[in-house]
C-alpha cells in the first residue's frame, strides 16, 4: 500500500508526508484483515497521519505514549484543531484500534486510548411535519391526465397506503416492507383487517401489534382491491411494485420523495419523519408518553422521551403566538 497522506496538504502544494512504518504497517491491516472500505482507508489514514502530526510536534513518542500524553492528544483535537465531538470520537476510535493492534504485535505494552472519550455530541431533535402536512400528504391525490391510467392509479393506491402505515400506524421503513397481506407461516409481519391491526417485527426481533385507524383503512382496503392485478400469484407482501415482487425500503423512500415533492411538502420527507411526525401528533394530543413508548416499540422509555422536546417545542410556539405577555412591546 502506498504511504497515505492528507489530500488538503497536496491541495496546498505541500510534500505529502508518508506515514510511519507501524502506522502504514496497521492500515495495511485494516485493508486487508479487516477490508475495509477505500472510504473507510481514506478516513483511518487521515487520523493516523494526525496523530502522528499532533504526537512529533509535542515531541511524543508513538510506541511509548502514556495515557497522560493520549489526554494531552485529544485535548488538541477538541481546542487546536476544534473538531466536533462526532469527528473526535471518531479519530480517538481509530487510534484506539491502531493502539489495540500494536499490543497484539507486542509492540507496545499499554493502549493509552483505552477509556478516553470524546464528549457527548448534542442529539438533534427528530423532524416531524406539522399536522396540516401530514394530512395533506396522506390525503393527497394526483389530478394529472395520466394518472387515470389503470397501472397509475394502482400505484397511487399503493402509495396512499403506504403513507397511511407510515403515518397512521408509526412503522418503521423495515417493519411496512416485512408486512404480508395476511398472516402466513413466514411471515415477519401481516395485516388483520377484522382486527383492524397491523402485526409487525420490530428492532431485537419484537413483535407488536399497532391497531390501524379509519384512515388508514380506508386506505389499506382501496389498495387491496386493486393489489392482486400487480401482484404476483405466489407473492405475500402487502406492498408490491409494478413487476409484482414486495417492495424494498429504498423503493419505498424513493415512492415517499415522489409523492412528498408532488404533494407540494415543504421539506424533504422521508420514511422515519412521519414515524416521528406519528409519535408527536400522539403525544400533543394525549400527553401519554407510555402509550407513545408501546405504540412505537421502543424497548426504554428514555428513547421516546425525545418526543417530549418537540412537544414542549409545539407549546412553547403556540404560547409564542397566543400569549400577549409572549409578544415584545413595539
Excluded at 420514511?271 to 416499540?297: C, K
Aim: charged share 20%; proline share 5%.
Amino acid at each position: 500500500m502506498k504511504p497515505a497522506h492528507r489530500s488538503e496538504q497536496g491541495a496546498q502544494g505541500e510534500e505529502p508526508q508518508p506515514l510511519a512504518a507501524p502506522l502504514n504497517a496497521y492500515l495495511d491491516y485494516a485493508r486487508v484483515q479487516r477490508r475495509l472500505a477505500p472510504r473507510s482507508l481514506v478516513i483511518y489514514a487521515d487520523a493516523l497521519l494526525r496523530l502522528q502530526d499532533l504526537a512529533g510536534q509535542s515531541g511524543m513518542a508513538l510506541l511509548t505514549l502514556r495515557p497522560h500524553q493520549a489526554r494531552s492528544l485529544a485535548a488538541k483535537l477538541h481546542g487546536e484543531i476544534e473538531l466536533g465531538p462526532r469527528s473526535m470520537a471518531l479519530h480517538l476510535s481509530v487510534w484506539r484500534g491502531l493502539y489495540r493492534w500494536l499490543g497484539a504485535e507486542r509492540l507496545v505494552e499499554i493502549n493509552p486510548f483505552d477509556g478516553l472519550r470524546a464528549p457527548k455530541a448534542a442529539k438533534p431533535l427528530p423532524k416531524a411535519l406539522a399536522v396540516d402536512d401530514a394530512v395533506q400528504l396522506a390525503n393527497f391525490s394526483s389530478s394529472s391526465a395520466d394518472a387515470a391510467q389503470a397501472v397509475d392509479a394502482r400505484l397511487e393506491a399503493r402509495d396512499r397506503c403506504m403513507v397511511e402505515l407510515l403515518y397512521g400506524c408509526g412503522l418503521r421503513v423495515s417493519e411496512l416492507v416485512g408486512l404480508d397481506a395476511q398472516a402466513g407461516p413466514a411471515s415477519l409481519g401481516w395485516i388483520d383487517l377484522q382486527a383492524a391491526e397491523a402485526t409487525v417485527l420490530g428492532k431485537g426481533s419484537k413483535r407488536r401489534s399497532v391497531p390501524i385507524g379509519a384512515a388508514a383503512m380506508a386506505a389499506l382496503v382501496q389498495w387491496l382491491q386493486v393489489r392482486g392485478q400487480l401482484a404476483r400469484s405466489d407473492e405475500p407482501a402487502l406492498l408490491v411494485g409494478q413487476r409484482g415482487a414486495r417492495l424494498g425500503a429504498v423503493q419505498i423512500r424513493a415512492s415517499l420523495k415522489a409523492r412528498a415533492l408532488a404533494a407540494g411538502m415543504p421539506t424533504h420527507v422521508h420514511p422515519h419523519m412521519l414515524r416521528h411526525s406519528f409519535a408527536s401528533h400522539i403525544l400533543q394530543s394525549s400527553g401519554d408518553l407510555r402509550a407513545v413508548q408501546e405504540l412505537l416499540g421502543h424497548a426504554h422509555i428514555t428513547t421516546t422521551q425525545i418526543y417530549t422536546q418537540l412537544d414542549f417545542q409545539h407549546l412553547a410556539k403556540i404560547y409564542d403566538a397566543a400569549h400577549p405577555r409572549a409578544k415584545k412591546k413595539q
